[in-house]
């Protein structure tokens, strides 16, 4: 049976020390955040995770979920039960507005949290993570009797949200999509079509399940100019609050997917059932992406989440499993075999998990505070300023925080060897539950193409090169301190690549758009590299003030500088390489007839 | 249902035309692979694998295998009945010596027969893939008595074979083992212990399974220079070569794998079973080394099977799967979308995929011949040159091509986007099948240190140093051609980066050999990328050469020369990263106490 703690030690380092949520205290929506109130959250939050949810994710995944012949649909034993807790100690209220009943704390808290649940057991997470991807649509989109009809509801985890954009024929290109919503005389629509790949589509977890479904009016452009998002609840709710009839929307199957097991991915059939048009008619699309940013932090987050709970435990099985010597002669003589954390290539795999997990929680934390910031920084400059770097890096913390947490878990599942294998060890499920991580809210090749076709060139690159300078400015400051010094030069070195790089698709873009596409994924996972090595100067600096003020725990800090430097020596080299990749240009890439791929 | 047909073009191109087989005709072993007859093996081998096999792979992996209660494993529907087939055709004596019923192939053929069935059926070509193992253990080391017992039968598929090395608390460490064998008054041994992971441990496919356990003899070295190697049959076989008693070794329990589901892995019982020793007493390991080799070439093959497997669906799904514009416009205008084909993202992977496969399959047939001419070039300097190549490049094969095998089927899975997710379009299958090639026969770290620490020293260095010359010749004659100059030179710099690794480790190894450790995986990966180099030159040179003769199929050739340069421009690149990793050391990679890993 696999472990997990939650990492509360780094994540209020990161909370306190390094982004300091107490010196925002000025702004509206951070007051409620005091120091006691995050120890508290953070503490017992990991708690409840660690203890309630995580027990549940390996069975979870053993048992599945069943679809029943009435079209309900079964989670696995305790799922319902550890919701109702959830529920109980308002786990889902924290960031959410307190107009609606929310707690109205920082979104860095809620994100904080959503590390731990996901951790803890990712497909269970997925329920109330769906249902926080709806309710941030209609809290933008809503009417104020929609917010007032199904916030609150939503917001205290009494009814879950979905989202419901994909069918059979149309996934990323959401033009495509066939789902038809007919005005009634009463100003509701009748939609009907069939919807797949809806995950928490229908569960036993609450009464009613709001449905957020994009369709086409009759008259609707054939584009991605014609969608509109309805509101498609479950059951209809009467005007006083209470459960109405049964709308006509149910699951037609689940799937049978390599991961999330515990989490019922269902296809939905609308048969004409009552939906309520949510913003404005065609502009379903916009709507959709409020639902689609947060859903994609929430994404690296979750990749974060299992490289976290496969780092723990490839962590524990290495520092217990004994089998050869260390190449420098026995470290442990009395014993038979010394334990696996002596051989250099175990612990290269720990380090990179090590350096990519606590930078990585840095920089989702970092981006979610960007995301407050936004709504709530004093001037309309500083709330620019942090819009222009949360969009900019939401598709990389989506895409390249995925990819890296995906090779992590292979990685902690590699250093079980032949154990990693086996279902019962736990590792082969972080494997591939986050395996959809890569896939889900926009396959990684999309948010490449999201950062380089549209992201770096809002308002002629301001972000970008607001982004360009905010690096060298770090880098050239802690260029300036000998401990950092050589992790501040190759971290520069990555983002003259990345310069570089930009530089060539202005270059080579407008003659030919394939050029940038062809370098997309590599440019995404320079950014990354970059991205993370920001956050490692800067726990780096933390670190260095922490040991020169002697605060005490002094090997964490310590250890803070040795993967700092880790992370310099071992992650910034690949940055040269990608950009030598994107160079090569789209040429070879699109040379071939489809023909000349059929191998037989 | 996913699709398979044996790439016989790509194949044949490789024996014909890179490999040259034919050339080798005045060679003992070689006089039976006329022409026609390879043609014919690799066009019916193509048959059966995409006929036979193919079709049971999804549905074996939905059954599995299962325990009875009495012992015995029941293996999928259709299993035990394709392996009579496979066995009535003589599919398994391709590569086995005409003296025990073999039809004396060169191992070219038996490698290119093994990489279709493993591509077709991973989980049932382990069947037959363990028995090859063993049987060749039994060649080199067996007695002329037990050569005549157990050959002519195993190699003849009516009897399976099996490796016993693994114990719980014993793998990579063998030294560790505790299975004991006590000698009998009439020469034979009594063996006793568990083994697990043992793969085909037991199966319904044959009368009987004849298992090869490492033991210790009672006054054996407490050591890996104190294990033996023993044949325990299943059922015992009488002088007579009939079959007599059950022996006491049974299968305890099979395992719940992430993958080859229709392969039994099981935990193995010996309660006193009678053993032949084969071998010398004590040199047990040396002989296990034997199977290990010919089975880590084996695994390297798997590792391309099923990236090819999962690149010819992903092909066909990229080639029907409407969705988005091209970048450059609408590729198909009366279609509502284009193909996957038309995005650069998409592209890159296929592209990948492409140039690993193509080159990996070079690759591995070239070291199939490698093996053959250790043992029958006309000269010793060439039995040499052989030998001292393919244990080289052996660990390289198995771990970089296992590596990039996984990688490959995992953007192979990508391109599906949602449904690579479902277990029903087979690209899980691929992904989580092939995951365990980068763990068993040696997980890759243990091929790397194998690589750095073991092959780059022997005799001197000579291998090594043999290998960078092949590589810098032949670089520096196709840099003579304007078409393949650009490849040249960048493989020429990959061996370079190569080369000043190499004389890194020689610099810092003595004084640190955690320094070498530290960077062996890199260092794999760094020779990996310009063995394959070395492969695309060859490959270009012949498809030049062939254009300039007009043999006809000249798309073929020339897709080649375009893929080479994909390669030169999108792999290579690498090899400066991975060597600035290496460079980096062993510091930060060693520096951290335990204590530091936890992050709770």
């Known amino acids: 049976m696999p472990i997990y703690k939650a990492p509360t030690r780094d994540t209020l380092f990161i909370i306190n020390e390094l982004l300091r949520l107490e010196d925002y205290g000025n702004l509206p929506g951070f007051e409620n955040a005091s120091a006691d109130m995050i120890n508290a959250v953070i503490e ?13 994710n390996l069975p979870g995944d053993q048992q599945g979920c069943t679809r029943n012949a009435d079209g309900s649909v079964t989670t696995p034993q305790g799922f319902k039960a550890a919701h109702a807790q959830f529920r109980e100690a308002g786990w889902g209220t924290l960031s959410a507005p307190e107009e609606f009943g929310g707690q109205g704390l920082p979104h860095v808290m809620g994100m904080a949290m959503e590390e731990f649940v996901s951790s803890a057991n990712q497909a269970w997470g997925m329920y109330p993570g769906l249902t926080n991807g709806a309710v941030s649509a209609i809290i933008v989109k809503g009417s104020p009797e929609q917010k007032a009809k199904y916030l609150p509801k939503m917001i205290a985890n009494e009814w879950l949200g979905t989202m419901n954009l994909t069918e059979p024929h149309s996934g990323t290109d959401l033009g495509l999509i066939r789902t038809r919503a007919t005005p009634n005389a009463d100003g509701t629509y009748s939609i009907t079509g069939t ?32 969608i509109s ?40 059939n609308y048969d004409g059932a009552t939906g309520y048009m949510i913003g404005d008619e065609n502009k379903g699309l916009a709507a959709m992406f ?13 990749g974060l989440s299992q490289a976290e709970a496969a780092y723990q435990n490839a962590v524990k099985y290495a520092s217990e499993r004994r089998q050869g010597r260390a190449l420098t002669g026995p470290a442990d003589p009395a014993e038979k075999a010394d334990t696996l954390f002596v051989h250099p290539d175990v612990r290269r795999m720990l380090m990179d998990a090590k ?3 606590e930078g990585m929680r840095a920089l989702c934390l970092w981006g979610a505070l960007q995301v407050d910031l936004s709504h709530k920084a004093a001037t309309e400059e500083d709330r620019q300023a942090a819009d222009d770097l949360i969009s900019l890096l939401t598709p990389v913390i989506k895409g390249y925080g995925t990819d890296k947490g995906f090779d992590t878990c292979v990685n902690m599942q590699q250093v079980f060897g032949g154990h ?7 590792m082969s499920q972080f494997v591939r539950d986050c395996r959809i991580t890569q896939i889900y809210e926009g396959a990684n090749g999309v948010q490449a193409m999201d950062l380089v076709g549209r992201k770096l060139a809002q308002n002629g690159g301001r972000a970008v090169q607001a982004f360009f300078a905010l690096v060298d400015a770090e880098c050239a400051a802690a260029k300036a301190k000998p401990e950092l010094a050589s992790v501040a030069e190759r971290v520069e070195k990555a983002n003259g690549e990345l310069k570089a790089a930009t530089m060539w698709f202005m270059q080579n873009g407008m003659t030919n758009p394939n050029a940038v596409g062809a370098g997309a994924h590599s440019y995404m996972h320079i950014m990354g590299i970059v991205t993370l090595g920001l956050m490692w100067i800067r726990i780096g600096e933390v670190a260095l003030a922490a040991l020169a003020a002697g605060t005490g725990d002094k090997a964490f ?17 690949d940055a040269g390489a990608l950009r030598r990749k994107i160079e090569s240009g789209a040429d070879s890439v699109m040379a071939l007839p489809v023909e000349a791929f059929a191998t037989a």
């Open 195 to 226: 919807k797949i790949f809806i995950s928490a589509g229908e569960n036993d977890f609450t009464d009613n399940i709001i449905h957020l479904v994009l369709a086409k009016t009759p008259d609707a452009p054939d584009s991605t100019k014609g």
């Open 420 to 426: 990693g294998y086996i279902e019962e060890w736990g």
């Open 229 to 268: 998002l309805f509101i498609v609840p479950k059951v209809l709710v009467n005007d006083d609050g209470s459960l109405g009839a049964r709308n006509a929307v149910s699951c037609g199957s689940i799937e049978h997917k390599m991961g999330i097991h515990g989490n019922a991915t269902c296809v939905m």
């Open 290 to 302: 409020i639902m689609m940013n947060a859903a994609r932090l929430g994404v690296g987050i979750q």
């Open 44 to 56: 017992e939050g990991g708690k409840f995770c660690a203890e309630v949810l995580a027990p549940l």
């Open 355 to 357: 350096a990519f997990t």
């Open 557 to 573: 800090y310590e250890a803070k500088l040795v993967t700092a430097r880790y992370f310099a020596e071992r992650f910034t080299p």
